[in-house]
C-alpha cells in the first residue's frame, strides 16, 4: 500500500500478537511522526530486551541472567512450585502476592490445533525439579479453558505417581462479581467445588 | 412475548418498512413469492436470534445500493419492554443495541426475545442428515437455555483439539496427552448429551400431540445419543477406549455427540421413510411448535413464533387442522402465498407487495 520503510514498518508491527493491519498502520504513523528520540529510545529498548533477557534455567521465567529473581530468593519455599502457562500469568499471580513457593513456567498449554503437543511445553524439567528439590506440593495454575484444563490433567498425571500433592487453582464465580450474569459452565463448576459453611 | 412494533430499514427489498400495534395471536403475512414476506420474518427473527435463520452471511441481507441495513423493534413480555436494535453491514459483523446498550453476547438478546422460527429449511430436519437434526438439537438448547450455548461451544472445541491430535499424530500407539483430552471430551460431551436428552425431551410430547392433531397419527419423537447408561463421564471413558484402535485407524473421534441422532419415528417406520412430502413438512413444523411450547413452560410465556410458508404443502384438511392449533400459541406470524390457503380468523392481515406492506383488516 505504502512505498519503502513505511511498509516495512507497518509490515514488522502487524507480525506482533494482537495488532492486526489497522493498527499496525496507526503504530506506525505514530512513531514516523514522534521526536527521533522517542523511536530511538523504543528500538532500544527492543534491543536491549533481546539481548539482555534471557529464561531462568529453573523456572522457565524471564529472567536477568541465568536465574530469575525468585529463584534467587533464599525466603522462597522451593518445596512449593505453582505452575503457569506463560511468564505473565506467573506476573500476575506474583502481584496478588499469594505464593510463597516458586513458579515453573511450561511455555504454553497443549493445543493440537496450533501445533503444540506436552514435547513443546518445559514438562520434563518440570518433573527433574519435583524429584530433586523434594518438592512437596504443586499448584496448577494453568488458565481455565480448555487447553489449560488438558495441560493441568496431562501434568497432574505425570506428577501423581511421583508421590507429590497436586492441586488445581479452583473455578468459580468472580469475587464481586453478580450471580445473574455467571454462565452456566461458570455456576455449575462453582457448585462442583461448593464447601462447607 | 410480542413484538410490539417493528421497523426495517434497507433489509433486503424493504426500503423502509414500519408496522406497529402488531397484535397478539396469529398475524398473516401474504403476498405473492419475491415480494418480502419471508423477509419480514427474518427480519422480526433478526430481534431475537441477531442473525437470520436462512443465511449466515450478511451481504445479501442488505438492499442493493444500500451499504447497511437496520432492524429495530420492541418486544413487550413478562420481563417487561425490550428495545432491540441491530444494524447489518454489508461486511463485517453485525451489531446490536438492547434497550439503548451494545450488545457483547447474544445470549443476552436471546433471554429477553425468544424466537422460533420455523421454514422450508426445516424440511431437511426431517428428511436430511442426521448433523441437521443435532443442529435443531443444539438450536432448541440455545432457545430454551441461552446461558448454556458455552456447553455446545466448549464440545465443539474440544472436539476440533481431539481429532487434529489424531489427525496428525504420526507416531507408533497413542499421542502423548490423549488421556487429557479423553478425559476432557468426557466431561464436555457428558455434558451436551445430557442438555441435548432434556431438550428433546423437553419438546417431544408437544411435538407428538401437535402431528396426530394435523396427521392423525403418531409421531415419537426419541432422542439417540452416540452415548447412553449412567455414570454418563464413566461409558464415555469406556466407549473411547472400546473405539481407541479405530480412532487411531481412522484418525478421527468416533464417540461423542457430534455422532447423536434424534429419532422421528412415525407409524412404526423411520423417518426417512415418511410417506409424503406434506406428512415430512408437519413433522418439520411441529417440532418448532414443540420447541415454542417447551420455551412456554420454561419461561411463562409463549415465543414469538414464525412459520414462513407452513399451508402450501398440505391439503386442505391438514391446512385447517394446523390453523386451529395455532391459536393460543402467543404471537404467531404465518406467511402464506395465497390468502385462499389461510383460514379466517387472525386479527391482522399483513399484504406485502415489493418490499412495501399494507395492513387489513382489524
Known amino acids: 500500500m505504502y512505498e519503502g520503510p513505511i511498509q516495512d514498518l507497518i509490515d514488522e508491527l502487524s507480525r506482533l500478537p494482537g495488532i492486526g493491519p489497522k493498527s499496525a498502520q496507526r503504530l506506525a504513523f505514530h512513531l514516523v511522526k514522534a521526536p527521533p528520540e522517542e523511536a530511538k529510545r523504543l528500538a532500544e529498548a527492543i534491543l536491549a530486551a533481546k539481548e539482555r533477557i534471557s529464561f531462568c534455567v529453573e523456572c522457565g521465567n524471564v529472567a536477568e541472567g541465568e536465574r530469575c529473581r525468585i529463584c534467587r530468593d533464599p525466603g522462597r519455599d522451593p518445596t512449593v512450585l505453582c505452575v503457569v502457562e506463560e511468564p505473565k500469568d506467573a506476573a500476575t499471580i506474583e502481584k496478588a502476592g499469594v505464593i510463597k513457593g516458586r513458579y515453573h513456567v511450561l511455555g504454553g498449554a497443549i493445543s493440537p490445533l496450533d501445533g503444540i503437543g506436552p514435547e513443546d511445553l518445559r514438562v520434563q524439567e518440570l518433573l527433574e525439579r519435583v524429584e530433586r528439590d523434594h518438592v512437596a506440593e504443586v499448584i496448577i495454575a494453568t488458565n481455565p479453558n480448555l487447553e489449560g484444563n488438558a495441560t493441568a490433567m496431562y501434568v497432574a498425571g505425570l506428577l501423581k505417581p511421583l508421590g507429590v500433592r497436586v492441586t488445581r487453582l479452583a473455578s468459580g464465580l468472580p469475587v464481586g462479581g453478580d450471580l445473574e450474569y455467571a454462565d452456566e459452565v461458570t455456576l455449575s463448576q462453582a457448585l462442583e467445588g461448593r464447601r462447607e459453611m | 412475548?410480542?413484538?410490539?412494533?417493528?421497523?426495517?430499514?434497507?433489509?433486503?427489498?424493504?426500503?423502509?418498512?414500519?408496522?406497529?400495534?402488531?397484535?397478539?395471536?396469529?398475524?398473516?403475512?401474504?403476498?405473492?413469492?419475491?415480494?418480502?414476506?419471508?423477509?419480514?420474518?427474518?427480519?422480526?427473527?433478526?430481534?431475537?436470534?441477531?442473525?437470520?435463520?436462512?443465511?449466515?452471511?450478511?451481504?445479501?441481507?442488505?438492499?442493493?445500493?444500500?451499504?447497511?441495513?437496520?432492524?429495530?423493534?420492541?418486544?413487550?413480555?413478562?420481563?417487561?419492554?425490550?428495545?432491540?436494535?441491530?444494524?447489518?453491514?454489508?461486511?463485517?459483523?453485525?451489531?446490536?443495541?438492547?434497550?439503548?446498550?451494545?450488545?457483547?453476547?447474544?445470549?443476552?438478546?436471546?433471554?429477553?426475545?425468544?424466537?422460533?422460527?420455523?421454514?422450508?429449511?426445516?424440511?431437511?430436519?426431517?428428511?436430511?442428515?442426521?448433523?441437521?437434526?443435532?443442529?435443531?438439537?443444539?438450536?432448541?438448547?440455545?432457545?430454551?437455555?441461552?446461558?448454556?450455548?458455552?456447553?455446545?461451544?466448549?464440545?465443539?472445541?474440544?472436539?476440533?483439539?481431539?481429532?487434529?491430535?489424531?489427525?496428525?499424530?504420526?507416531?507408533?500407539?497413542?499421542?502423548?496427552?490423549?488421556?487429557?483430552?479423553?478425559?476432557?471430551?468426557?466431561?464436555?460431551?457428558?455434558?451436551?448429551?445430557?442438555?441435548?436428552?432434556?431438550?428433546?425431551?423437553?419438546?417431544?410430547?408437544?411435538?407428538?400431540?401437535?402431528?396426530?392433531?394435523?396427521?392423525?397419527?403418531?409421531?415419537?419423537?426419541?432422542?439417540?445419543?452416540?452415548?447412553?447408561?449412567?455414570?454418563?463421564?464413566?461409558?464415555?471413558?469406556?466407549?473411547?477406549?472400546?473405539?481407541?484402535?479405530?480412532?487411531?485407524?481412522?484418525?478421527?473421534?468416533?464417540?461423542?455427540?457430534?455422532?447423536?441422532?434424534?429419532?422421528?419415528?412415525?407409524?412404526?417406520?423411520?423417518?426417512?421413510?415418511?410417506?409424503?412430502?406434506?406428512?415430512?413438512?408437519?413433522?418439520?413444523?411441529?417440532?418448532?411448535?414443540?420447541?415454542?411450547?417447551?420455551?412456554?413452560?420454561?419461561?411463562?410465556?409463549?415465543?414469538?413464533t414464525l412459520l414462513d410458508d407452513p399451508f402450501s404443502a398440505l391439503d386442505p384438511t391438514r391446512r385447517r387442522r394446523l390453523a386451529e392449533g395455532l391459536s393460543r400459541r402467543g404471537q404467531v406470524f404465518v406467511s402464506a402465498a395465497d390468502r385462499e390457503l389461510v383460514p379466517d380468523g387472525a386479527p391482522a392481515v399483513l399484504a406485502v407487495r415489493a418490499g412495501e406492506v399494507r395492513r387489513e383488516g382489524a
Not at chain 2, 452471511?57 to 442488505?62: F, S
Not at chain 2, 464440545?155 to 507408533?172: A, P, S
Not at chain 2, 419438546?203 to 402431528?211: D, K, N, Q
Not at chain 2, 454418563?232 to 468416533?254: K, V
Request: glycine share 8%; net charge positive; proline share 5%.
Open chain 2, 1 to 304: 412475548m410480542r413484538v410490539d412494533w417493528v421497523e426495517l430499514r434497507d433489509f433486503r427489498n424493504h426500503r423502509h418498512t414500519e408496522l406497529t400495534d402488531l397484535p397478539e395471536g396469529l398475524v398473516l403475512v401474504v403476498g405473492a413469492n419475491g415480494e418480502g414476506k419471508t423477509t419480514l420474518l427474518e427480519a422480526i427473527a433478526f430481534l431475537g436470534l441477531l442473525a437470520s435463520p436462512r443465511t449466515s452471511v450478511t451481504e445479501p441481507l442488505v438492499r442493493r445500493g444500500a451499504q447497511d441495513a437496520y432492524v429495530r423493534g420492541e418486544v413487550r413480555g413478562v420481563q417487561g419492554r425490550t428495545l432491540v436494535e441491530v444494524h447489518i453491514p454489508m461486511r463485517g459483523a453485525v451489531r446490536a443495541q438492547l434497550d439503548r446498550s451494545p450488545v457483547r453476547r447474544r445470549r443476552d438478546v436471546r433471554r429477553r426475545v425468544r424466537v422460533v422460527f420455523a421454514g422450508p429449511d426445516d424440511l431437511s430436519v426431517v428428511l436430511g442428515e442426521p448433523a441437521i437434526r443435532r443442529a435443531f438439537l443444539d438450536e432448541a438448547i440455545r432457545t430454551l437455555w441461552p446461558l448454556k450455548e458455552g456447553v455446545i461451544t466448549a464440545y465443539e472445541r474440544v472436539l476440533r483439539q481431539r481429532n487434529r491430535l489424531l489427525k496428525e499424530w504420526e507416531g507408533r500407539g497413542t499421542p502423548p496427552g490423549m488421556e487429557a483430552w479423553d478425559a476432557e471430551l468426557a466431561s464436555r460431551g457428558a455434558t451436551l448429551t445430557r442438555l441435548r436428552a432434556a431438550a428433546a425431551e423437553a419438546l417431544a410430547a408437544e411435538a407428538a400431540r401437535a402431528f396426530a392433531q394435523v396427521a392423525g397419527y403418531a409421531l415419537e419423537v426419541r432422542y439417540a445419543p452416540s452415548v447412553e447408561g449412567e455414570p454418563l463421564e464413566e461409558r464415555f471413558l469406556l466407549r473411547l477406549s472400546e473405539r481407541r484402535e479405530d480412532e487411531l485407524a481412522r484418525r478421527t473421534t468416533l464417540v461423542g455427540p457430534h455422532r447423536d441422532d434424534l429419532r422421528l419415528v412415525v407409524r412404526e417406520f423411520g423417518a426417512r421413510s415418511f410417506a409424503s412430502h406434506g406428512e415430512a413438512w408437519v413433522a418439520a413444523v411441529c417440532l418448532r411448535l414443540g420447541l415454542a411450547t417447551a420455551v412456554e413452560a420454561e419461561v411463562g410465556e409463549a415465543p414469538i
